[in-house]
């Protein structure tokens, strides 16, 4: 929710200029409020009138304007707002905030806000893929300036790639990532998730079927509560959290240096279906088959356990740890030991038998075991789930 939050929604001219106005409906729907200013370009894409009615506020157009000067003036302006929104941010804009530029309203605000600011880019492919225009992007970067998008597709002028301006519901989830109050506002909650590649080779590797989903779902439910999260992943095949720091990592290795790195965290939810068994020696060259015809033998190392290792530490534990079952048989015993041997606070155990339907799935059935003993919840879709398990940790939390 955005309730009580302000966002000045610079509005830059391109085609797409057509979906911030549902953005604005949909920064409207979320409690909070939006100030619109429109580029002389972006009026001849959409009306001051529909973007006023939209927004039941004012809309900035012209730098020039002594009125605006006399209420307000552009330097105020630029700081009435809780957060900056460039969408459609244009090539010509990108240009402009990248080399300071002030020579309009929208152009003048960003130079003389302290506000962050929110690039949603919007443009032809090649226009994006410009060097010029990726320089600007990396310069932007370096400011601290965020950026969603732009997402990869059919355009307008009828090409295919990156250029679509990031759909408004995923432009909104970003704006609430960086301003949502909520149960867990100045909580960070770390999450692991997908699975992990282990090498074999430099072209194979050990594997296992997670997708990432339930994780992914977790980490955007506590971000809807407005917890920090830091999501660190495996390569999984479901969206990434918008709004989450990411730290891809391929190993169960690599995972467990990135998870100690992010620490302190207050929380910490252990989704990843980690390898347990890596190859001792991975090869730096591939292995060719060889003349005699027998296959090569893998010796296996054991992994690190990470759940255990974060949960017995002495120093710097998260004040909550949670942990993943995926059983076949005997789920809530096996379960309940685990929860022990591993040395966390909950267990979320899950019966994974192929019947389930529930790994690589939309939907999941988990019983969540902590010292009181096993509560079971009704099946429900990956995405209820996830945010019944952040209403109890911020309960817990809280
Ligand atoms: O032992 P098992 O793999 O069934 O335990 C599952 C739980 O332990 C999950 O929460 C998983 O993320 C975590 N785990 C881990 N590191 C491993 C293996 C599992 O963190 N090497």
Redesign the pocket.
């Given at each position: 929710m955005l309730n009580g939050k302000r966002v000045l929604l610079i509005i830059g001219g391109g085609i797409a200029a057509f979906k911030a106005l549902e953005l604005i409906r949909l920064i409207r729907k979320a409690g909070g409020a939006v100030t619109p200013v429109l580029t002389p370009a972006a009026q001849e894409f959409v009306t001051p009138l529909s973007a006023s009615a939209l927004a039941a506020e004012k809309v900035y157009s012209d730098l020039f304007d002594l009125t605006d000067e006399a209420e307000m003036g552009h330097i105020e302006l630029s700081r009435s707002a809780d957060l900056v929104v460039v969408a459609p941010a244009t090539a010509d804009l990108i240009a402009k905030m990248a080399h300071g530029h002030a020579n309009d309203l929208a152009s003048t605000i960003l130079m003389a806000t302290d506000t962050p600011v929110l690039i949603a880019p919007a443009m032809n492919v090649r226009m994006w893929l410009h060097p010029a225009n990726q320089r600007n992007i990396v310069t932007l970067e370096a400011d601290g300036v965020s950026r969603i998008g732009p997402d990869e597709g059919d355009m307008a002028c009828g090409e295919y790639g990156p250029g679509r301006l990031a759909e408004p519901e995923a432009i909104l989830a970003s704006i609430e990532a960086r301003l949502g109050q909520g149960p867990l506002t100045g909580k960070h909650v770390l999450v692991?998730s997908g699975p992990t590649h282990e090498p074999i080779d430099p072209v194979r590797y050990i594997a296992n079927r997670s997708s990432g989903a339930q994780g992914s779902a977790i980490a955007s439910a506590l971000l809807r509560l407005g917890a920090r999260v830091t999501f660190v992943t495996g390569p999984a095949e479901a969206p990434m959290p918008i709004g989450a720091e990411i730290v891809p990592v391929q190993t169960?290795d690599q995972m467990l240096a990135a998870v100690t790195s992010a620490l302190p965290a207050d929380a910490a939810i252990?989704?990843?279906?980690?390898?347990?068994w890596r190859v001792e020696s991975a090869t730096d060259k591939k292995i060719k088959k060889t003349r005699s015809g027998k296959p090569p033998a893998l010796k296996l190392a054991e992994?690190?356990?990470?759940?255990?290792t974060i949960s017995k530490k002495r120093k710097g534990r998260p004040g909550l740890v949670?942990?993943?079952?995926?059983?076949t048989d005997d789920v809530i015993a096996n379960a309940t030991a685990?929860r022990k041997r591993?040395g966390?606070d909950w267990i979320v155990a899950n019966d994974v038998s192929p019947g389930t339907g529930i790994m690589g799935g939309t939907e999941n059935a988990v019983t969540v075991i902590d010292a009181d003993g096993a509560e079971e919840w009704p099946r429900a879709s990956k995405r209820d789930v996830a945010r019944r398990l952040a209403e109890r940790i911020a309960q817990a939390l809280g």
């Open positions: 692991t169960a252990f989704a990843a279906a980690v390898a347990d992994n690190p356990d990470i759940l255990a949670i942990g993943f079952a995926a059983e685990k591993k966390c």
